[in-house]
């Protein structure tokens, strides 16, 4: 474990899938932490590779479940990715997502014949042969591949379900690219939401349920970081984690019991 720091931190950046709700329901005194942290005048930033849903959306659900949270402080890799594509003025895409997240992209010009990157995010059933051959085509012709998240699986109340980093994986392998990843751990997302808060990485706590994208995004930030057992956490994680998480909590309702 790395050494507790004695900073008392500006913000928190907590996950919501499995931190804050799993499966459809919050998790127990996920409400009340949120509004604790509010009372104690955090700066907050919820954070999910979700892409298959706009901020706006994700506001709704969370307000629908009960968190008292404002659609600006949701950050996704949605949001990741239309600022890195600002970033990049002129440069056109084939976009392999939901048209609900094609729409938040309508500023970012469209080609699907010859563009400069596809970009992959939730495409549910879209992903079937002709669209993933379609985008293969296009990157073995020269265009980059920029994924928006690589989870490879997520649950629902219906069971598990493929993610787009399996679909990502598939087209790296076949074309022989490696895609720039905007969601979780990429630095890339961290580094937007931080500057998003007018933080350092050293005033800043990441709490999350997974290893891989919460916990190794922090430590390559070099930000501190708690690890909660709830949602997506099993306990073999821990033996040679990916990534050291500075604490580790049984759920999110340990927090205010710390800082
Ligand atoms: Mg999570």
Request: hydrophobic residues 40%; negative net charge; glycine residues 6%.
């Amino acid at each position: 474990m790395q050494e507790i720091s004695p900073t008392r931190p500006k913000a928190f950046l907590i996950d919501m899938d499995g931190t804050l709700y799993f499966k459809g329901e919050p998790c127990p005194g996920a409400i009340d932490v949120v509004n604790y942290l509010r009372r104690e005048n955090y700066q907050l930033r919820f954070l999910t590779n979700t892409t298959a849903k706009t901020p706006k959306m994700l506001h709704e659900q969370m307000q629908a479940l009960g968190f008292d949270i404002y659609e600006d402080e949701i950050f996704n890799a949605t949001y990741a990715c239309l600022q890195y594509l600002r970033s990049r003025p002129g440069a056109s895409c084939h976009f392999m997502v939901d048209d609900a997240v094609k729409a938040f992209f309508k500023e970012i010009p469209v080609d699907d014949e010859a563009p400069d990157f596809v970009v992959v995010g939730d495409y549910g059933e879209g992903f079937d042969f002709r669209a993933l051959n379609h985008a293969f085509r296009l990157l073995m012709n020269g265009a980059e591949l920029i994924a928006l998240q690589k989870n490879l699986y997520w649950f629902s109340t219906e069971g598990m379900f493929l993610d787009c980093g399996a679909f990502v994986t598939l087209l790296e392998a076949a074309a022989g690219k490696t895609a720039t990843v905007m969601g979780k751990p990429s630095e890339t997302f961290f580094k937007i939401a931080l500057e998003s808060l007018q933080c350092s990485s050293s005033e800043a706590v990441v709490v999350g349920d997974d290893i891989t994208s919460d916990i190794v995004g922090a430590e390559n930030m070099k930000m501190r970081s708690i690890l909660v057992k709830t949602g997506k956490f099993k306990p073999n994680q821990l033996e040679n984690p990916v990534a050291k998480p500075t604490w580790v909590l049984n759920s999110i309702a340990e927090l205010p019991n710390m800082f």
